[in-house]
Structures are given as C-alpha cells and as structure tokens.
C-alpha cells in the first residue's frame, strides 16, 4: 500500500508549474481573450516541447507512453492557471481514445502529430452536448447516434457558442457520417465512450482542484492587503472561517481525485465509483471556493478587472462538463445500492 | 502509488478477524458512563491486552506488536467491523501513553504504561477549567512544590473531565509558577484521583449518564516523581498530546465509515418513505463519500509518515471533516427513523434503533471537543493559510 506519488511524477509537477505560473499569467489570459481563436500555437509548441502533449501517446509513436496517474498532477496544475488549451483533454480523452479504437491507421497517422504538437484532436461526447475546441481542431472524434467516428476539420461545420468563462470556446458540431471514418459502434463504441467519459470526467475534477486552490490564494493575498478598520481584514474570524472552509474540504477532495486516477490507470472495477466521487467532490470545493473567494473581496470581486473572476466562472462552467451532478449521483447510488455492494470498514481498498 | 495490500498485511487482516470474531463478547457491553458498563469495559481491555491486541503500535516489550501505521489501520477496520466495545482507556493509550514515550523517565515508563495498557489504570484528562475552554493557557488550577522538594500541592478545579467518575489517575497541566502568565510557568502532573483532598462531581451529559465529571483539588499532595517533563514545560508536553488526539490515532476512519455502511442499510431498508424527502437520498450519497475521503485522506496521511514525513497543521482539517460528517450521518438516520428516530433505546416501540440516538446525541460532543471547530479553523487559516493572526 503506497497513496503518494513518486519522487518523479513529484518534480514533473514542480517543473510543469513553474513553467504554467510563469507562461499563463492573467495578463496573458486576458490577451488570448482579446484574439479571434483564444488559443496560442505559440504555447502549444511549449507544451509540446515540455512533453506534455504526447504524454499519454505510447513510445512508439514519439509520446512518453505515461498514464493517467502520472498525468493527474499536471491537470491540477493546468486547472491552477485556468489553462484553455485543449491540453487536459487531448492527453486524457483523444489520446486514449485514438490509442484504444482499435483503427490502426488513424492512430498511426494522428498519433505521432499530436505528439509533435502538428495536430489538435478533440472529442464530443453526446454528455457534454457541445464540443471544446472544436475550432482548433485538426481532427475530431465525435459521437453520434452510439457510434464514434473521426472526422477531419475541413468535414466539420461548426456554430460557435459564448461561455460565461471567455476561455472556454463551445461548439454545436455537425457533420456527415458518409465523409467520416467509423471508428467503433454497438458496445464497443459503448465502453470506449464510457472511459473517454471517466478520463475527462477525470480532468474536469482534477483541474477543479488547481482552480480551488489558486482563489484561496488569490483571496488570502488580497485580505491579507486588504485594510478596513485599521487592520487587515484577513485577520478577521469571519474571513477566516470563509478561507479554512475551502481549505479541509479541498484536503477531502483531492484523494478521491488521485484514487480515481489510480483506478482509471489501473483499470480497476470501481473505477466509475472513484470517478464520479472525485468529479462530486472536486466540483464542490471549486464551488465553494469561488463562492467563498468573490464574498471576501468584496465588491472588488464583482469586477472585470480583478483576476478571480477568471478561475471562478471556469470552476462555474465545469460544474456540467463531463457529466452534471444528477449523472455522477446517479452512478454513485447505482453503485452503494447495489445488493452486492462492498461497503464499511476495510471494503475501501 | 499502489493501492493494494501486501500478502502481509491480508494475512495480518485475518489474524486481526479471526481473534476477535473469537473474542468479541456476543452480548453488546453496557455503556462504560455506566458503573457496570465501565468495569465490564475494563475487563475487555484486560482481555484485549492479554491477546496483545490491546495497542499494537506499542513496542513489543511493552506489550504491543510494535506494529506500524499501516497495521493500526487495518486492525482499526476489523475492530470496528467486528461492532468490538468502544475503547474505555483511550485517553491513556492513544494520548497519554505515546506522550509518556516521548516525555517520560525510563521510571515513569515501567511505572504507568503497563497499568494503563491491562486496564488496570484508567485515566483522565484534567485541561479545562472553569475559565480556561478554548483559552487554555489561562489555566489558574496551581501545582505549588513543597519547600522541601519532595511533592507538589494542588489547589483548584478542572472540569469536562470524560470518565472522570469513575477513572484511577488523572493527567493535566497545573500553574507551577504563579507569577507565570499564558503558557508559560505550566507543568504536566499526573494524579491518582484517590488523593485526599480531590473531590469528583459527575456531570451528567446530554444522555443523562454520568460521562463527564468537574475534579476539584484542596490541598493534594502529590510526589514530584509524577510530574511528566521539566517543571513548566507542560504546555509544549500537553501540545503533543493534543496532537496526537487530533492526529490519526483518536478517530480512525474505520468508525465512520461503519457508520455510513450501517446508514446505507437503513436506507435501502426503508427506502419508500426516506424518498418522501429527496434530500435523505442526497445526503446517504454524501455520508458514504465523505467517509471513504476520510480514509483515503487518512491513508495517504499514514504513507506519508511511514515514509518519514510530519503531520502538520492538516491534522486540525481532520477533526473538522469527521466531527461533522458524523453529525450528517446521524442526522439523517434519524430521520429516516421518523418518530422511532427519537425512542430511547429501552422503549417497547423502538426495536434495535436505539444506538442512532445514541449516536447523534454523541455526535454533538465531536464539534466541541478537543479544540472547537472555530479554533481549528483558525489554526487552519493561520497556520496552513498563512493568514494574519491581527
């Protein structure tokens, strides 16, 4: 029984973070807000070169062959700078998905471009109704009708969608089976569409934990700046109490998340269990945090100008992605009300 | 990161089941805020000792297995899968035995742990006074050393005192130097609670019984050789017991997450009803997660020791996170009881619900005890956070 990360995956946090706080400052986010695809090849380069965007992509196709355990610490750090580059998804959706559809010569020709950071490939499931990035795609895979096919830009027509969160860029897809590639359908289609579901599910959850972080700390600098009364407001128990609420739910929300990794990684049978507890509980605390983080600033935190704003509508749009709440309790009740459910002391592991 | 468990600790897990699956009494011991509940409790804790299963970390000469975090866990999940009795000497095995490891003269060692690992010595706490709740350091109870050296004489009045009623010894921390202001001049004093001069007066709790008790001293003597470390160095003593009641040891994941398995089964069984109200559903789901996090937080915590880390200000998120999810747990048991939710457990009409009650009256202690969640959240915000104290 080991539940820590190696002394490795360890610094290739470190150094992804260090690389992501310095690169993806709010005001570079602002300016990617600002251009017509809000997305940079500029920095899609960068995470290519760092190895991030074949990390998933097995050796032999010029990726680092890692898993969803090694990867799981970089999407928090991803989710600390509001990342918005189809990276998160790209290494635990359409990388896996590609990998695993059983077509070889999509996998041969997309795999080793999207390693070399050449391609984009994203995915649209039927739970996320539209689909991310779909703009900057170079090839997408797309469910219809419980089938998934592959599609290259050029067969695609899109119609853009605004989020509350200017980062995020949502598409309504459309486009014609006959001038696509039938990747997989029936059950097949089914149980690859289930991962692609649990990996992003995945993302989202571990991203929500960066983005709880990153408003603690955005709110504990500001009222720790922040003067009324002569003092700090920071220094005020009902600010206090604000912060520790995120603070020990966050501490209860990040081992589900790496459990979950652990369990996708290792293709375990309570996979789906861990993956929607994590999504649950992440979520929440990203919530919270948001909710927490605009009250402490006050009306400061109602404006454009100051950055929480960024992280929290990312926290608020990642609510629904990769299923709603309803989806994942579902699954979970479907899962402790089963008759054969292991439960109770020593039944965790 | 490899969550499974060595052939190790599988076989351990067995041997672990299989002596209490033998040993467990059939009939549920009476509660130990009761006279005959306490001595049957004793009694067990002499049988848990005698299998040397009584506290497994402990080094084997003192009577344990010298057995690591790992194995406490799972001895933790089958103890309390096996509905084994409630621990009666807690405070002197988890909290005060692991100080006297740390703190104590090898003396002092031969002399305490092994009464308190037979059961033979139960012991109190003596921190609370009056006006020192949350303030502790402004304990006022003083510890006067005797002019020729040989004894301190007590004076004053702790209170909260869990077990008191009906305990051997006592340990706490005194005022030793009376100009001494916060914590500063504090000194930890063990004392037999058969000392002339004491006086315990039981305070009964929520469930009426007994549970808690005020001690007050007049003029106890007390030998010097029961002071634990220097004289007033109590407060960084006490810190590590507090620490450690606040750590890993006190409330083992195992229990909640009986808890939430038992509220799931409550649940499923009366299911038509429950859904009348759709946030009964919701907050089984919760029960369950929030349980499991504990012990995967738990675990991940005790990797990192094995490994050589600390526990640090976190540990104050622990006592938050599993006081109030076992509020939530019995809350929401209680409602799905409806009216049976507020039966004593000895009414006619209350069939074998009665420890939910039992529970959840408990349950209101967990927020309040061992720091008040308003002061782990401070700690929270001060030490984990960084924020500012003014």
């Known amino acids: 029984m080991d539940f820590t990360f190696s002394e490795d995956q360890l610094l290739f946090q470190e150094s992804v973070r260090d690389f992501l706080v310095n690169e993806i400052t709010p005001d570079k986010i602002r300016q990617l807000w600002e251009t017509d695809s809000g997305r940079s090849d500029e920095l899609w380069q960068q995470l290519a070169e760092l190895g991030l965007t074949g990390l998933t992509v097995p050796e032999d196709f010029g990726g680092l062959g890692m898993n969803e355990l090694d990867f799981v610490l970089l999407a928090q750090e991803a989710g600390y700078v509001a990342l918005s580059e189809p990276l998160v998804n790209s290494v635990l959706v359409a990388t896996p998905l590609l990998s695993e559809c059983g077509n070889s010569a999509i996998a041969e020709q997309w795999l080793p471009k999207i390693a070399s950071g050449e391609a984009r490939a994203v995915v649209g499931l039927a739970v996320n109704k539209l689909v991310e990035d779909a703009h900057c795609a170079d090839l997408l895979l797309l469910e219809k009708d419980g089938a998934i096919y592959a599609v290259e830009a050029a067969n695609a027509s899109l119609r853009a969608n605004e989020s509350v969160d200017p980062g995020r860029k949502l598409f309504a897809v459309d486009f014609d089976p006959a001038a696509a590639v039938c990747l997989a359908d029936g059950d097949t289609a089914q149980a690859l569409l289930n991962k692609a579901l649990n990996r992003g599910a995945l993302g989202v959850a571990a991203q929500s934990l960066g983005l709880a972080q990153r408003m603690i700390d955005l709110s504990v600098q500001y009222t720790s700046e922040r003067k009324q009364f002569g003092v700090a407001i920071g220094s005020f128990q009902a600010v206090k109490h604000h912060m520790a609420n995120i603070a020990y739910k966050l501490e209860y929300a990040k081992t589900p998340v790496y459990r979950a990794a652990y369990d996708i990684a290792n293709d375990t049978p309570r996979a789906e269990l861990s993956v929607s507890h994590a999504k649950l509980a992440a979520c929440e605390v990203a919530d919270l945090a948001a909710k927490n983080s605009i009250q402490v600033h006050g009306a400061m935190g109602y404006t454009w100008e100051v950055d929480l704003h960024i992280f929290m509508k990312r926290a608020w749009a990642f609510n629904s992605s990769y299923g709603t709440a309803g989806f994942h309790k579902n699954r979970v009740a479907a899962a402790l009300l089963a008759d054969n459910a292991a439960l109770g002391a020593g039944a965790t592991f | ?390």
Request: glycine share 10%; net charge negative.
């Open chain 2, 1 to 390: 990161m490899k969550l499974e468990y060595t052939a190790e600790h599988q076989a351990f897990r067995e041997e672990v089941r299989s002596w209490l699956k033998a040993n467990v009494p059939a009939e549920p011991l009476k509660s130990f805020d009761t006279e005959e509940g306490f001595q049957q409790h004793r009694e067990w804790e002499a049988k848990l000792y005698e299998g040397r299963w009584g506290m497994i970390t402990w080094p084997e000469e003192m009577g344990g297995r010298g057995a690591d975090l790992m194995q406490w866990l799972i001895f933790e999940e089958e103890y309390y899968a096996a509905s084994a009795p409630l621990r009666v000497n807690q405070n002197g095995i988890f909290l005060l035995g692991p100080t006297l490891m740390e703190y104590g003269t090898e003396e002092q060692k031969k002399r305490f742990l092994n009464g308190m690992a037979t059961g033979k010595d139960i012991w109190c706490q003596g921190w609370s006074e009056p006006n020192a709740g949350s303030d502790m350091a402004a304990i006022r109870s003083r510890a006067d050393l005797s002019e020729d050296g040989s004894h301190y004489i007590i004076n004053g009045q702790k209170t909260w005192s869990t077990r008191a009623v009906w305990a051997d010894w006592c340990f706490g921390m005194f005022r030793t130097d009376p100009e001494s202001e916060r914590h500063r001049g504090l000194t930890f004093i063990l004392v037999p609670l058969d000392s002339e001069g004491i006086t315990v007066r039981p305070i009964p709790q929520l469930d009426g019984l007994p549970g808690f008790a005020e001690i007050f001293f007049d003029n106890v003597k007390v030998p010097v050789d029961c002071r634990l470390g220097g004289e007033g160095e109590g407060w960084s003593v006490a810190m590590a017991t507090a620490g450690f009641e606040r750590g890993l040891m006190l409330r083992s994941p195992a229990r909640f997450q009986e808890t939430a398995k038992r509220l799931v089964e409550l649940y499923k069984a009366n299911q038509e009803t429950a859904d009348e109200d759709p946030s009964i559903r919701e907050a089984v789901l919760r029960a369950y997660m929030d349980a499991e996090a504990y012990c995967l937080t738990t675990y991940q915590t005790a990797c990192r020791l094995m490994q050589g880390g600390k526990i640090g200000a976190e540990a104050s998120t622990n006592k938050i996170f599993w006081s109030e999810l076992d509020q939530q747990m019995h809350a929401t048991a209680l409602k799905i009881l409806e009216i049976r939710g507020e039966l004593l457990p000895e009414s006619p009409d209350a069939g074998d619900v009665g420890r939910w009650l039992d529970g959840w009256l408990f349950a209101q202690s967990g927020p309040i005890y061992a720091g008040t969640n308003e002061i782990q959240r401070n700690i929270i915000a001060e030490r984990m956070l960084g924020m500012p104290r003014k």
